[in-house]
């Protein structure tokens, strides 16, 4: 990880733009029509919060185990790295990030690699414009539909043939069955967010700043806050796709948690 | 153990690929003597690792030249074990027994009767299916209240490629047949070696289910990655 690039108060700016070729999308979650909570199945934050010293703690022994979500994208292709997902360029920030926390919860629970393809669910919530949104409406969709492999929605497509009837069954496969909803801000939601990463359970995450959503993998540093996270731009940005935002660019503006997905063998 | 599952994680990175080193199968000498253990390979640096308490391993950083070791240590047979690399591949780990003082030797020949009365016939296997198979279950709502060497478990890269190397193959041919799954999470899209081990009947959460398709084990999770590394050790491949 020597070449991560880590985004802070001072750098932001450099690093706001998306590399060319590539994009963002998100559209901030308004938590007056849609509070903490509001999906079907979205229970707000319900783990029990860790204490400082337990943080503090934990991001010892990860690093010391190599156990967090970082490390497991590391093995979790049969052995190998994981490649980044690359959203092309379209607005699909909020689909990307869900759906890579689809794909790491698969993982943490040891079930076979498959790579699933979030074009879809940007996709079908959007009708098949390249529209902005939020990671809640996209949990929303994986909860509901699920998301395909890459071989019945090949990466980047956004044909409809692809929308075939044995698509929709292999996307009913990978679907997200329990997942956490954190607090609006403040706080709780920093707390929510490194309990969360030190359970190894991947956080897709907002950031209006940002105009993105990508998905948290790891808690580098309680104080400073810094987290680590896996984006959608290829492996070619920053350290194999993955990057540090520190400080306040670290504190996400919506942040869904995965807890569990459904076990499916293929 | 910590230095074992470091060894482990060495052999499996190394096992399909092929930079040698070897070590002499003994050495042998006085307590409180310093021992050296010199390695054969075509490596530059080595990396040695005493793999039993006792054995004192000098700095190899302080030596001239690392494909010596130095040790030292009181009475006892002790585990010292090697690992170079070149280029990017890494070797095979080698194993020294290093024999300090009258230790006694490995028995020869037919193991003697064991005097201890026959104990219980081992443990049926969980999952009655050929292949080492292993699962958690866990609650994933209760998952930060685990004590937190038992919650490192979960994540542990070094379980997860030991349990890669040992498992069966899932019915694709290339996934590792393990798995840490919630209780609560619906089993119908999985395969029925699965289906039927979530249905067993457990006592607590988290559960360890274990089995080669002769025995096996099912309890609570023990308490940290070096106990469960132990218990995977035990029960595969047989």
């Known amino acids: 990880m020597a070449n991560i690039i ?26 007056v029509k849609h509070p903490q909570g509001y999906l079907m199945c979205a229970k707000p934050f319900d783990l029990p919060l860790f204490t400082d010293e337990q943080i503090q703690a934990g991001i010892v022994a990860q690093e010391a185990n190599k156990s967090s979500l970082q490390h497991i994208r590391d093995i979790a292709a049969n052995g190998s790295r994981v490649p980044s997902f690359d959203q092309n360029g379209q607005g699909y920030c909020w689909a990307y990030s869900s759906t890579c926390a689809a794909f790491l919860a698969r993982a943490a629970a040891g079930l076979p690699y498959v790579r699933l393809s979030a074009h879809k669910v940007g996709c079908f919530v959007k009708g098949y414009r390249d ?31 692809n929308d075939t009837p044995e698509m929709r069954a292999n996307a009913a496969l990978h679907k997200i069955t329990e997942w956490m909803d954190l607090a609006d801000g403040g706080a709780d939601l920093k707390r929510q967010l490194a309990t969360a990463l030190l359970s190894d359970m991947p956080t897709a995450v907002d950031f209006n700043w940002w105009s993105h959503s990508v998905c948290a993998v790891r808690l580098i540093s309680w104080n400073p806050f810094k987290i680590r996270i896996w984006n959608s731009w290829s492996d070619s940005w920053s350290d194999a796709g993955m990057g540090d935002l520190e400080g306040s660019r670290a504190i996400p503006n919506g942040a869904i948690a995965v807890r569990v997905v459904v076990p499916s063998v293929v | 153990m910590r230095r074992l599952s470091v060894a ?14 070897t070590l002499p199968a003994e050495v042998k000498g006085e307590p409180g003597a310093f021992l050296s253990v010199p390695a054969t390979t075509d490596g530059k640096v080595v990396r040695w690792v005493a793999m039993d308490a006792g054995l004192n391993l000098f700095p190899v950083e302080l030596l001239k030249d690392s494909k010596t070791a130095v040790v030292i240590g009181a009475k006892g047979r002790y585990r010292l074990l090697a690992y170079t690399a070149v280029g990017d591949v890494p070797s095979s780990p080698a194993i020294c027994t290093v024999i300090i ?17 026959p104990g219980p016939t081992p ?54 047949e393990w798995r840490i799954i919630d209780k609560d999470a619906p089993m119908a899209a999985e395969s029925k070696v699965w289906q ?29 990655v070096n106990e469960v590394l132990a218990i995977v050790e035990k029960y595969k491949g047989k």
Not at chain 2, 101 to 117: F, I, M, N, Q, Y
Not at chain 2, 145 to 155: F, N, S, T, V
Request: charged share 20%; with cysteine; aromatic share 6%.
């Open chain 1, 6 to 31: 880590t985004i802070n108060d001072q750098n932001w700016k450099t690093y706001a733009q998306p590399p060319s070729g590539q994009g963002m999308g998100l559209v901030p979650r308004d938590f």
């Open chain 2, 101 to 117: 003082g009258e230790a006694p030797p490995v028995p020869p020949g037919p193991t003697p009767p064991d005097p201890k009365p």
């Open chain 1, 131 to 161: 529209q902005g949104g939020w990671n809640a409406q996209s949990v929303d969709h994986i909860a509901n539909e699920g998301v395909p492999s890459d071989a019945f929605w090949p990466a980047k497509s956004m044909s409809r043939s």
């Open chain 2, 8 to 21: 482990l994680v060495l052999f499996l990175a190394a096992s399909a690929r092929g930079q040698t080193i």
């Open chain 2, 123 to 176: 443990d049926p296997a969980p999952i009655p299916t050929a292949g080492f198979r292993f699962l958690i279950v866990e609650e994933t709502a209760e998952r930060s209240k685990l004590p937190a060497d038992q919650r490192e478990i979960i994540g542990s890269t070094v379980l997860r490629l030991a349990l890669n190397a040992a498992c069966a193959k899932g019915p694709d041919g290339k996934s590792p």
């Open chain 2, 196 to 224: 039927d081990a979530m249905a067993r009947p457990r006592k607590s959460l988290p559960w360890l289910i274990v089995s080669n398709g002769t025995t096996g084990f099912e309890g609570p999770l023990p308490a940290t």
